[in-house]
T-cell receptor, first 115, second 112 residues
Framework: QKEVEQDPGPLSVPEGAIVSLNCTYS??????FMWYRQYSRKGPELLMY????GNKEDGRFTAQVDKSSKYISLFIRDSQPSDSATYLC???????????????FGQGTILTVHP | NAGVTQTPKFQVLKTGQSMTLQCAQD?????MYWYRQDPGMGLRLIYY?????TTDKGEVPNGYNVSRLNKREFSLRLESAAPSQTSVYFC????WGFGGYTFGSGTRLTVV
């Protein structure tokens, strides 16, 4: 079993839809949670960053973390064709120690928003 | 623009050939990483360097070596390329202990 599981999709939605992307994880030591967006033939770029449990909102994007269920989500409201990309969740057990901020990534979900 | 620069962007190698992938960052980050990305496998850590002068193995280090040349530069070497090393390679950097990475644009490597 992988430490981080993410449904690879692909996911296809119409413009304006609400998109929900999810990851589950098994390592209870994870406390930093991130979402990256990767456009085709580009490097991933950091989209959302959350520490511990709770919600974080940034424009049309909301990240949720439920540590008790080991489950994180990214919601995209009013989705646009420009949101079409691969979305990767990533997690870290934190600063210091032997991890030095190493991230463990999910497999990525391919999202297409069609006009 | 500030960020992470990878060279080359594309490379085709024959089995058994060697090559070095170069990575440089200009954000004064302490930590640097090499990942490979394969379809259905996500990003897998090859090697990382927590700070200048240190390197450690990641999840898939076999067949690779790294050098942290200075704070800016972190290179990845394939000594004897194999078809299984066909992949897209990403270099990333981060502030020490902060998990938010800045990625380069990647090197697409094909080993025939």
């Amino acid at each position: 079993q992988k430490e981080v599981e993410q449904d690879p999709g692909p996911l296809s939605v119409p413009e304006g839809a609400i998109v929900s992307l999810n990851c589950t994880y098994s390592n209870s030591a994870f406390q930093y949670f991130m979402w990256y967006r990767q456009y085709s033939r580009k490097g991933p770029e950091l989209l959302m960053y959350t520490y511990s449990s709770g919600n974080k909102e940034d424009g049309r994007f909301t990240a949720q973390v439920d540590k008790s269920s080991k489950y994180i989500s990214l919601f995209i409201r009013d989705s646009q064709p420009s949101d079409s990309a691969t979305y990767l969740c990533a997690m870290s057990d934190g600063a210091g120690g032997t991890s030095y901020g190493k991230l463990t990534f999910g497999q990525g979900t391919i999202l297409t928003v069609h006009p | 623009n500030a960020g992470v620069t990878q060279t080359p962007k594309f490379q085709v190698l024959k089995t058994g050939q060697s090559m070095t992938l170069q990575c440089a960052q200009d954000m004064n980050h302490n930590s640097m990483y090499w990942y490979r990305q394969d379809p259905g496998m996500g990003l897998r850590l090859i090697y990382y360097s927590a700070s200048e002068g240190t390197t450690d193995k990641g999840e898939v280090p076999n067949g690779y070596n790294v050098s942290r040349l200075n704070k800016r530069e972190f290179s990845l070497r394939l000594e004897s390329a194999a078809p299984s090393q066909t992949s897209v390679y990403f270099c990333a950097s981060s502030e020490w202990g902060f998990g938010g990475y800045t990625f380069g644009s990647g090197t697409r490597l094909t080993v025939v």
